[in-house]
């Protein structure tokens, strides 16, 4: 099926003309093809965006809510067929494709209910006769730009906040993953969504990215990706003069204490580590565990790794699908050939031998041990399924350790000791501070987001979403 981009309220095709097949990672069947836009695209779908601007940011809240508990309704019909779409297309197993499907359900919702919340303040002025107050306004028609990995609950999470607080929508999908936002893009039409509040182009970064990022009526950009074009994109625009926020890398830690319960502990490293092919930014990438158990924790985690079952993502057996694409699988094996030359391989290392997967983007699931802190591994965001495992004497060199890295997402501690517990939410250089359970995962109501180099503007999701999506206005109000 041929899918096309959506401006101003209409199904377009691409000024191109030119379209690219969308292919499952899995075994590169075709799942349907999208549009090749290019910047012209991009400009109508910004002018679409900035004259739905002025009436869409005059409804109440409530008005524009409605259009979100609509959709979310929409999409709750059909949660089965759009998470099998997502895992088909992303290679993350089912109950993940349907798992994400409902998170970002629950996103919308969520914020359809900030609708009733209060956006300013009633402040004391000096003056007695002046009502002194703050409101809020949006920014204004928003670029979002969005990754392949969790390809619908990342456009959901940027998108509903920027309806809800009243700004218009220009979204770029990742380009390996269009389907699941085509299925958002959908049900908001469906749902009786205003031409041009929510535009839609498909098509590559490199080719439309900075045709959105400077055009002249986009105020704000919302993106998630790499660290490289997240530094790209800034640079533009702030040039540009827009608002910008991204979302980047991690290297995260996850800390077992020699006290730790051992078989939760090392649950939590799996499901951290390989859940999504460990393609996440909030993935386990580090393991520092406390001398007194090291040997015991390292036997336990490889052979429970051993024993995860690599496939079909759509086989509910599966706990690991494929890598999203050829170079993905392509970078993860790079870094697992430098691991080899420079740490001590436990496990995996190397892409599965079963024939059913030759065609798709495999790779087993590996843990390093003897890692150097210098060493590729231990520094470079992978974005695959490979566990560096470090030794430390105590909690102090553990995190030394943990902190020895350029990003601050997300981290974990496994223990029981609450002392030690309340040190690590402390000490840990990290946005996300996990007690006794995965580095992974991000609820909708709570702020989402690192410091270092993981991050830079203000947090995405939960009330903090405000702060980007909206600029304070502080309004004095005398009497005459
Ligand atoms: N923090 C996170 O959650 C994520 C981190 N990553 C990291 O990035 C690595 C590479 O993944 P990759 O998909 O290439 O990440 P990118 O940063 O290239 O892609 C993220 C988004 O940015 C778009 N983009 C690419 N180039 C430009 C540009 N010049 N201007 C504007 N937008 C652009 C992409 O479009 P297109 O799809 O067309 O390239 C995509 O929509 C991963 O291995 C991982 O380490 C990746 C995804 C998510
Ligand atoms: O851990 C999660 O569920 C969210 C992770 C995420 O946002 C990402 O990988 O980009």
């Known amino acids: 099926m041929r899918y096309l981009n959506y401006i101003n309220g209409q199904w377009k095709e691409p000024v191109s003309g030119d379209y690219k097949l969308n292919l499952s990672p899995h075994n590169q069947e075709v799942l349907g093809e999208f549009p090749s836009s290019s910047a012209e695209d991009v400009q109508e779908a910004a002018a679409a965006a900035k004259k739905a601007f002025s009436s869409w940011k005059k409804l109440s809240f409530q008005q524009r809510a409605s259009y979100l508990i609509k959709a979310a309704a929409i999409l709750n019909e059909k949660v089965e067929e759009v998470g099998r779409d997502l895992s088909l297309?992303?290679?993350?197993?089912?109950?993940?494709?349907?798992?994400?499907?409902?998170?970002?359900?629950?996103?919308?919702?969520?914020?359809?209910?900030?609708?009733?919340?209060?956006?300013?303040?009633?402040?004391?002025?000096?003056?007695?006769?002046?009502?002194?107050?703050?409101?809020?306004?949006?920014?204004?028609?928003?670029?979002?730009?969005?990754?392949?990995?969790?390809?619908?609950?990342i456009p959901m999470w940027k998108m509903a906040p920027a309806l809800i607080y009243g700004n218009t929508v220009v979204i770029k999908p990742a380009d390996i993953t269009p389907k699941c936002v085509y299925h958002i893009i959908s049900a908001l039409d469906e749902a009786g969504l205003p031409a041009g509040v929510v535009n839609c182009v498909?098509?590559?970064?490199?080719?439309?990215?900075?045709?959105?990022?400077?055009?002249?009526?986009?105020?704000?950009?919302?993106?998630?990706?790499?660290?490289?074009?997240?530094?790209?994109?800034?640079?533009?625009?702030?040039?540009?003069?827009?608002?910008v926020q991204l979302e980047m890398g991690g290297k995260n830690p996850l800390v077992v204490l020699a006290d730790a319960d051992l078989e939760k502990a090392v649950d939590i490293a799996i499901s951290?580590?390989?859940?999504?092919?460990?393609?996440?930014?909030?993935?386990?990438?580090?393991?520092?565990?406390?001398?007194?158990?090291?040997?015991?924790?390292?036997?336990?985690l490889v052979e429970r790794t051993k024993q995860l079952k690599v496939g079909n993502p759509l086989d509910a057996d599966t706990f690991i699908g494929p890598a999203v694409s050829q170079s993905q699988l392509d970078g993860v094996l790079e870094l697992i050939e430098a691991g080899k030359a420079e740490a001590t391989l436990l496990c995996g290392g190397e892409r599965p031998t079963d024939p059913s997967l030759a065609n798709g983007f495999y790779v087993l699931p590996t843990v390093f041990e003897n890692v150097s802190r210098d060493a590729r591994i231990a520094r470079e965001e992978i974005?695959?399924?490979?566990?560096?495992l470090f030794k430390a004497k105590n909690y102090d060199e553990a995190i030394e350790l943990a902190n020895d890295t350029e990003f601050g997402l997300s981290a974990a501690i496994c223990t029981n000791n609450l002392t030690l517990a309340e040190r690590f939410v402390e000490d840990i250089e990290a946005g996300i501070v996990h007690v006794n359970s995965e580095t992974a995962g991000a609820e909708p109501q709570v702020p989402f987001g690192g410091c270092k180099n993981s991050s830079t503007g203000s947090r995405e999701q939960g009330k903090t979403a405000i702060e980007f999506y909206t600029q304070v206005k502080t309004v004095y109000k005398d009497r005459l």
């Open 89 to 153: 297309e992303e290679g993350k197993t089912l109950a993940e494709g349907i798992g994400e499907t409902r998170r970002a359900i629950s996103i919308l919702e969520y914020y359809a209910a900030e609708a009733r919340q209060p956006i300013g303040e009633v402040i004391p002025s000096v003056n007695a006769e002046t009502f002194l107050y703050t409101t809020r306004v949006p920014v204004g028609p928003v670029g979002l730009i969005t990754p392949w990995n969790f390809p619908i609950a």
């Open 202 to 243: 498909f098509g590559r970064g490199s080719v439309i990215g900075t045709a959105l990022v400077e055009n002249p009526h986009i105020k704000a950009i919302s993106f998630t990706g790499s660290n490289q074009v997240g530094h790209q994109i800034q640079n533009q625009a702030v040039a540009s003069g827009k608002k």
């Open 272 to 300: 951290g580590a390989f859940r999504s092919t460990g393609q996440k930014c909030t993935a386990t990438s580090r393991v520092i565990v406390e001398e007194g158990i090291y040997e015991v924790f390292r036997d336990r």
């Open 383 to 388: 974005f695959g399924p490979v566990i560096a």
